[in-house]
């Protein structure tokens, strides 16, 4: 399909607002008469609160309220649950325990907000925090998954009989006869730990209650506005009309911002309306660590079983997920774990047993991937392992399992996050594979580069690793399209955006159809007062689920353009034709109107709109997908590490996707980017510290290792091939996780590829160059 | 985290106990100590100003000794807490003779940390804590 708009490298609309410091953030709100809110969060990790303290910050100047959980009264709820268990799914446990505004008699991880304090400025209400001194008697921690789930573990949730949070099991085929007609059985365990999202705006509130106008403004660093709105006006028995939400710019969501129901976010439009004066909350770095969500702890065992020339009959995983101290975000990360797990393979014969278990470690929810790197990574490392066994190249074993492109659509009868059966939309996974290898020069570097740089004592190695990414799943999202009399195009949408160029990739999408300068068209999304309806910025669906629906609301307008420029041109709709700004008759360019006029035509002052017709050049439309759209890409790199500081180099790093339509490489090659950085940190440098007491022990910035410029590839080689997908007219799939997705399965690959005399086996992740070092003093000394 | 170190006191055994079962000498010798009361018999109530590198507060807690042995051995037992954090651990202090008038101090024992001096102090924690010992040893040894 040719397009004059979708596809092109168009620098975004929004870059020159973010760039000179004009774009909007959350703490850039600042309203006459504000208050400023900070908590007291616990220091541990499980203890009952036996009295907390608080007449000496009471009586700190500039104090103005300070509550605790009791003092909430019959306000005090914990949060709502936003995504129940798989309803299609049989026979799932679910047990339901989510966060509060504020701990009531006891906290369940370090962090937690025990104590609001209301001041004139963030520095008193600090110091008042400081003033409040808290009894706590401590408690046994949970930290450990598997100890978690012995019989004698403490409890987190002390009214439930053990730690499970949820069970669930999925099968295809049947696992069990095709482990008896094996002829190679291999069994794994895998751990693999957490990490951080760190956006780099940390998550924010203004909360605005305007007693005379009976309403609420709320801005909020959140991926999901409209769900917030939807439950702030429940929570506080307020008409959806009466709270406005409002995501502006964002510095990064990756996940934890979607809709959560943050203890803050449900605490301070309470504390608005409750002294009918604004009120500020602005999450510092420290806190971010704690009291927003964190991702990807499991422990996975697994077993494969394969024929002896490489066919993979089956794959049995049993595995535990830690959910955290709570699980208001059901089931998510694991059914996409089990959604990933079998890859881009043709496996017949599928056992998944997931078991969700309660810590008393920070809440858990999707980070960029959201369960999806821990399949990948489980899959790709049973292949690396049997592709051992066997004695088979690496690539020829995953090429002879990959799901043939005359499958599609292929089941994998597997439920997934949407709850819908996971049928894969289309693929061609071969021509993928092959640019990849291609493009790395995967045979020249196994045969000649990589045995001449051995001679000369370098450790190299080459890692390829395909995978695929569920995206673009339902519900639905919802878009307006309006011509103002001015030309320029107006558009809405429910998404909030965090980041991901949704300003220019969808008024691409609306140039197509109406022919105008790209930086004609003005997207608003995330704001609630332009429109109410959606469900929010994740599961990489923004482009495929928001973006048909902007398509559906531009072809409408379209229609309505055309049928009023044929009216007033006085030719045939099929003459016409939508040329920069203007709708002309193909033949007579001269005899030609522009869309300003028309709009203006549209909207009469005299005269009457004709029965059966609307007034102006708008229209509203939605899209909402049966099944999401599988996308599909290869990572491949080459690495070189210092044995004596174990640093890395990446010497290439290559990528090439398959997300169907592309809509602006530009943007797509800027989400692949910052993918990889993060997907980088969680393979070798990120990851969360908890002690055994439950304490995050590297909750900073000078811990927490982030990737940084130097830890980067030099280049990032990115290859595109487009099979469409036919759920959705754009024929797009998602691309914003995928950057991240495949690095930890990827970078393993090469590191044991380097390290090939050690005999080194890699059965976790993150490592980090202290880790990779004790690994390998641990083969040496067996040797 | 675990903490073990030995060191070497200039003086006769009993002399060197006597000063560790001294509430008095140890609170001038604890590195930020503001008050060490005795409260009941082998149980110490007291304050303690901390900073490990960028987190300063003041601890406020117990100190227990028990399994004494006297003048071999003993076990002590800490808990505290501040506006910074808390802090809970035990430890074994055994004595022995070094010669005529030396003793060697051997200690061992673990430490919980929790807040802030452990999501934003524990790098420097190991070395705050073995030159506070180091520090309060040196003191009882002058003291000797």
Not at chain 1, 376 to 394: S, W
Not at chain 1, 547 to 576: F, I, N, Y
Not at chain 1, 722 to 751: D, H, W
Not at chain 2, 124 to 134: A, E, G, P, Q, Y
Request: glycine share 10%; with cysteine.
């Amino acid at each position: 399909m040719t397009y004059k708009f979708i596809g092109k490298r168009i620098k975004r609309n929004e870059d020159p607002r973010l760039l000179t410091g004009q774009a909007l953030f959350v703490d850039d709100v600042d309203i006459p008469g504000m208050l400023h809110v900070a908590f007291l969060r616990s220091d541990y990790a499980h203890a009952r609160i036996l009295s907390i303290d608080i007449e000496e910050a009471r009586q700190r100047p500039g104090v103005v309220a300070i509550y605790t959980a009791e003092d909430m009264g019959d306000d005090w709820e914990p949060g709502p649950p936003l995504v129940s268990p798989p309803p299609t799914l049989e026979g799932v446990i679910f047990n339901s325990r989510r966060q509060a505004p504020l701990a009531k008699g006891k906290v369940f991880h370090a962090g937690e907000a025990v104590v609001a304090v209301v001041a004139e400025s963030r520095y008193i209400a600090e110091d008042a925090v400081e003033d409040i001194w808290v009894d706590y008697e401590s408690l046994p921690v949970v930290v450990d998954l598997e100890k978690a789930m012995e019989s004698d573990s403490p409890l987190v949730h002390d009214d439930l009989d053990t730690n499970l949070a949820a069970h669930m099991f999925q099968k295809k085929g049947d696992y069990e006869s095709a482990r008896e007609q094996a002829d190679l059985i291999i069994q794994k365990k895998f751990y693999l730990d957490r990490g951080a999202a760190v956006a780099m705006e940390n998550r924010g509130i203004v909360a605005h209650w305007d007693e005379k106008s009976q309403h609420m403004t709320i801005w909020d660093t959140t991926q999901a506005p409209i769900p917030i709105r939807n439950g702030t006006a429940a929570r506080l028995g307020l008409s959806e009309k009466q709270v406005r939400v409002i995501a502006p710019f964002l510095g990064g969501g990756f996940g934890p911002k979607a809709m959560m129901f943050y203890p803050e976010e449900m605490l301070l439009p309470w504390l608005s309306m409750k002294h009918c004066r604004p009120m500020k909350w602005i999450e510092d770095r420290r806190e971010n660590f704690y009291a927003t969500t964190s991702e990807r702890q499991q422990v996975h065992e697994v077993e494969i079983a394969l024929t002896k020339d490489g066919r993979v009959l089956g794959l049995s995983d049993d595995f535990l997920h830690d959910t955290g101290a709570f699980d208001p975000y059901g089931l998510t990360i694991p059914l996409n774990t089990q959604c990933h797990v079998t890859g881009p393979y043709d496996i017949q014969n599928i056992a998944s047993n997931c078991t969700a278990v309660f810590t008393n470690k920070p809440i858990v929810t999707p980070v960029r991937g959201a369960g999806r790197p821990q399949g990948v990574f489980v899959i790709e490392r049973m292949l690396d392992f049997a592709a051992k066994e066997l004695g088979m190249d690496l690539l020829e074993l995953r090429k002879k399992n990959l799901i043939p492109p005359d499958a599609f659509p292929y089941d994998k009868e597997i439920i997934d996050q949407a709850f819908a059966k996971f049928v894969m939309d289309s693929g061609n996974y071969l021509p993928v594979v092959e640019k990849a290898r291609e493009m790395i020069g995967y045979d020249q570097f196994i045969k000649e580069e990589q045995p001449r740089l051995r001679a000369e004592g370098k450790y190299v190695g080459i890692g390829i690793t395909p995978f695929i990414e569920t995206t673009g799943v339902g519900p639905y999202e919802g878009a307006r399209v309006q011509i103002e009399p001015t030309g320029k195009v107006n558009v809405a949408t429910g998404i909030g955006t965090q980041g991901q160029g949704h300003f220019t990739s969808f008024a691409q999408i609306v140039s197509e159809q109406l022919g105008v300068a790209v930086s004609d068209v003005n997207l608003v999304s995330g704001d609630t007062a332009q429109f109410h309806w959606g469900t929010g910025t994740f599961a990489s669906r923004g482009a495929v689920v928001a973006g048909s629906a902007v398509l559906a609301a531009a072809t409408a307008v379209r229609s309505k353009v055309l049928k009023l420029a044929s009216k007033v041109l006085e030719a045939p709709e099929e003459e016409l034709e939508f040329e920069n700004g203007t709708v002309r008759v193909a033949d007579i360019p001269r005899q030609s109107i522009s869309l300003g006029e028309l709009a203006a035509l549209a909207n009469p002052l005299r005269g009457a709109v004709e029965p059966g017709s609307e007034p102006g050049l708008e229209a509203t439309d939605y899209f909402g997908p049966a099944y999401g759209a599988t996308a599909f890409g290869v990572h491949a790199m080459i690495i070189e590490i210092d044995p004596e500081t174990m640093m890395i180099e990446f010497k290439r790093y290559i990528t090439v996707e398959d997300c169907g339509t592309v809509l602006n490489p530009l943007i797509l090659e800027g989400q692949i980017h910052g993918g990889v950085s993060m997907g980088i940190g969680n393979a070798y440098y990120e990851k969360m510290h908890f002690d055994e007491s439950g304490q995050l022990l590297n909750a900073s910035l000078a811990d927490y290792l982030i990737v940084t410029a130097h830890e980067m590839p030099n280049r990032i080689e990115i290859g595109h091939m487009e099979t469409r997908s036919p759920f959705n007219e754009l024929g797009t799939k998602g691309v914003g996780e995928a950057g991240a997705i495949p690095v930890p399965a990827c970078f393993t690959q090469a590191l044991e590829n380097a390290f090939q005399d050690f005999d080194l086996e890699i059965l976790e992740t993150p490592l980090s160059p202290n880790r990779l070092f004790e690994l390998l003093q641990r083969e040496e000394h067996e040797e | 985290m675990k903490l073990e170190g030995e060191f070497t006191f200039s003086g006769p055994r009993e002399r060197v106990w006597d000063i560790i079962r001294d509430p008095d000498i140890l609170a001038t010798a604890l590195p930020g100590t503001k008050k060490l009361d005795l409260v009941g018999e082998n149980e110490y109530e007291g304050e303690m100003q901390v900073r490990i590198g960028p987190v300063a507060g003041t601890f406020g807690g117990k100190l227990i000794v028990s399994n004494e042995v006297a003048p071999e051995s003993l076990t002590l037992t800490v808990e505290g807490k501040g506006k910074v954090g808390f802090l809970k651990g035990s430890g074994d202090i055994v004595l022995s003779d070094q010669g005529e008038d030396a003793t060697l101090m051997k200690y061992s024992g673990e430490v919980q940390i929790g807040g802030r001096v452990a999501s934003v102090g524990q790098r420097l924690f190991d070395t705050v804590s073995k030159s506070m010992i180091k520090q309060g040893l040196d003191k009882l040894n002058e003291a000797l």
